[in-house]
């Protein structure tokens, strides 16, 4: 975005445009009387200074964000027939908003949460948003469950601050976030940057080809810049230091040319293998191992520009798991299903039901032809076009093809289902798996964080039942946590 050469030169004016004869004094009754309700240019200043912010996101509302171009470097057209996807070496224009979860607008960067990697493909068929994490997994694996899980992790009603009490209850009383816990204590839980961090698209995706076929796809996004995380105590100083480290970082590595780069890579299940594979496919707090479907190379993403106002741009950015493009669609995983509803709903409280058409967020290789109208700040693009469809007179019309092929295989009825369990389903092996892959030290810094954490709980029965999902994770892992949160609890 550009700014209007005549709009920051030449004399000062009013909002309507008119030139202001003095900026520095208000007018008064006589020197030393009352100010003047005829002085608009006080009350104008002082009115748009109220209304300068607008709710902040309830969550990721930390965040900071760069454009960039995404490269196709592998033909993938068996698998997908989104354009943007359509060649080896097609290059589309992205912005990607890097965000930490918990925290309120002004929050350290440095701290142990889980980043957000929300990336906008400004494609010719719509952009395509892909709002991701830097982790592959989730705490938990039903939307109904987020409102709950986010409470836990934001300012306590009564105390006003983030309560160790909550958060263990919380985990504690859901097993299901063992693995993304074990995750995130561990040294990938502060990334020194959000350079050095990869990012997932962590849900399951359908894609599906010309000839109708569907795969289900894992998004990976590895830095080029490699992993570099900060140990709890170099990020407890940094957060007092430079509470702005992420964004700092982001912007003047951009400024200085060193353009951070991520390979982009996919794992493919064709369809067909979704219902018999050992893992539901489409749980959030499992990933599909590697041995399982390797990660194929398909592209890369390269951030090359800051943008010139963070609020029009950074701010007032909107992402939707929901913007989907041809070839590509959601699978049944019922978070990714809440989340379809969540952000447009958020979006429209937010910013407004016309936020779509700011410049960061309407499509940027082709238009958005909608038969809505008018909402807070329509711009009159349609000028004086029919709002109607079907119509006489030459409007946009229907494709009758759909973005993505419809789910089959709904045997029972409604209800408030569980998702299917899968032969090796459970809350706490990839858990134990991942705290098995690692090194003896980065177990000890595991423990070390944990029990720093759950050390702070008020009640014993919090304390232990927290350690008991850890301990059915992996017997060692119990064991050694549970000595470390005694020892300092004593
Ligand atoms: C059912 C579960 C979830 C719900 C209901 C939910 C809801 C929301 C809402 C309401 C926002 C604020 C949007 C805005 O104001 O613009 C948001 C932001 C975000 N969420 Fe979620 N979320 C869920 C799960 C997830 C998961 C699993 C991920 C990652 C895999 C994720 C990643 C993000 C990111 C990256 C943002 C920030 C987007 C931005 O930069 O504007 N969320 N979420």
Redesign the pocket.
Known sequence: MTQEADVTQGPLTTEAGAPVADNQNSETAGVGGPVLVQDQLLLEKLAHFNRERI??????AR?A?AYGTFTVTADVTRYTRAAFLSEVGKETETFL???T?AGNLGAADAVRD?????LKFYTEEGNYDL???N?PV?F?K??????DF?HTQKRDPYTGSQEADNVWDFWGLSPESTHQVTWLFGDRGIPASYRHMNG????TYQWNNEAGEVFWVKYHFKTDQGIKSLTQAEADRLAGEDPDSHQRDLRESIERGEYPSWTVQVQIMPAAEAAAYRFNPFD?TKVWPHEDYPPIEIGRLELNRNPENIFAE?EQ?????AHFVPGIGPSPD???Q??L???G???R???GINAGQLPVNRPHATEARTHSRDGHLYDGRHQGAKNYEPNSFGGPFQTDRPLWQPSADFTAGTGDHEAPAHAEDDDFVQAGNLYRLMSEDEKGRLIGNLAGFIAKVSRDDIAERAISNFRRADGHFGKRLEAAVQALRG
Do not use: C, Q, W
């Open positions: 709710p902040e996101r309830v969550v990721h965040g964000g908003r890097f965000s979860v889980p980043r957000g990697f929300a709002v991701g994490n982790t989730f938990i039903d939307a109904i469950k987020f409102p986010i997932y698209g962590s849900h959030l950074v950015s909107v992402f939707s798991p019922k978070m990714l809440g989340r509803f969540a952000y709903d958020a979006h409280y937010r910013v």
